[in-house]
């Protein structure tokens, strides 16, 4: 998985990965790289429009849908403030929260589920000081745990 992440960030134009997607992608146990790396690359899309100054005019989950990724817009705050190790990540030093995800795969085992997890950074957010509008790649591979895991 890690190749995978590793040649979508290299060509990303838009998509900023954050260590934690190498760190992460590198562990996973899902068996179709292929698969990650051509929703990796629909995604870089999906930035691009988010990146346009003044916003994209219509829900992000409409952009995705369009490049045939299954989006999911947040996760519970339950699953967030129970597992906070898990959904937090970091950029330039800057604290940054997995909530949006694409789920790549899901099926039965952590061979067949992948999750990315992402930061939508509007870039005028005080706490992140400067930390310029995009979407930041957290946590690549696993589903993280939340209520459906137990």
């Known amino acids: 998985m890690l ?3 590793e040649l979508a960030a290299a060509h990303a134009e838009h998509l900023v990965y954050s ?3 190498f760190e992460t992608a590198r562990t996973a146990p899902y068996d179709e790289p292929r698969k990650l790396l051509r929703d990796l690359v629909a995604l870089d899309r999906v930035a691009g429009a988010w990146n346009v100054a003044g916003g994209i005019g219509r829900p992000i989950r409409d952009v995705a849908l369009q490049q045939q990724l299954e989006w999911a817009d947040d996760v519970s705050v ?3 403030a129970q597992n906070a ?3 937090a990540f970091s950029h330039d030093g800057r604290p940054l929260w997995a909530g949006p995800h694409v789920r790549v795969a899901t099926g ?13 950074v509007k870039g005028d957010e005080p706490d992140l000081a400067g930390l310029p509008r995009g979407i930041y790649v957290g946590p690549v591979g696993k589903h993280l ?3 459906t895991t137990g």
């Open 85 to 87: 190790r898990e959904y």
């Open 108 to 120: 039965r085992g952590m061979r067949r589920t992948c999750r990315v997890y992402l930061a939508l």
């Open 145 to 147: 745990s939340d209520s």
């Open 19 to 21: 260590e934690r997607a």
């Open 78 to 80: 339950t699953a967030r």
């Open 3 to 5: 190749e995978a992440v």
